[in-house]
């Protein structure tokens, strides 16, 4: 337990957005509000959701490689985790 996918979830025209971040074995959803869908705003919303969960169930984050997860060092010093930065971004309407 403690590895965590990490995501956005864009409204329509751009509008809004939310974090998601998943524990990946127990399937633990949090929501982070978003103000707007910059880097710093990203980072400090997941970072205050996380802070909130048991040191020890921060081993990881894995998160695609967008502009809103380009903090992901400070994100990392921030929450003693390590941060995986996927290689690749999938088509939002096929991501397998």
């Known amino acids: 337990m403690g590895h965590?996918?990490?995501d956005l979830i864009?409204?329509?025209n751009h509008g809004s957005a939310v974090g998601t971040l998943v524990e990946r074995k127990s399937r633990y959803v949090?929501?982070?509000?978003?103000n707007n869908q910059t880097a710093e705003e990203t980072r400090l919303s997941?970072?205050?959701k996380l802070a909130d969960v048991p040191s020890e169930l921060h081993q990881s984050l894995t998160y695609d490689q967008g502009r809103d997860?380009?903090?992901?060092k400070?994100?990392?010093a921030d929450?003693?985790?390590n941060i995986i930065l996927q290689g690749h971004k999938c088509d939002p309407h096929?991501?397998?």
């Open 4 to 6: 965590w996918e990490g």
């Open 10 to 12: 864009i409204g329509k």
């Open 30 to 34: 949090c929501l982070a509000h978003l």
């Open 46 to 48: 997941f970072t205050r």
């Open 69 to 72: 997860m380009s903090q992901h």
């Open 74 to 76: 400070l994100l990392s």
């Open 79 to 81: 929450l003693d985790m």
């Open 94 to 96: 096929s991501p397998w």
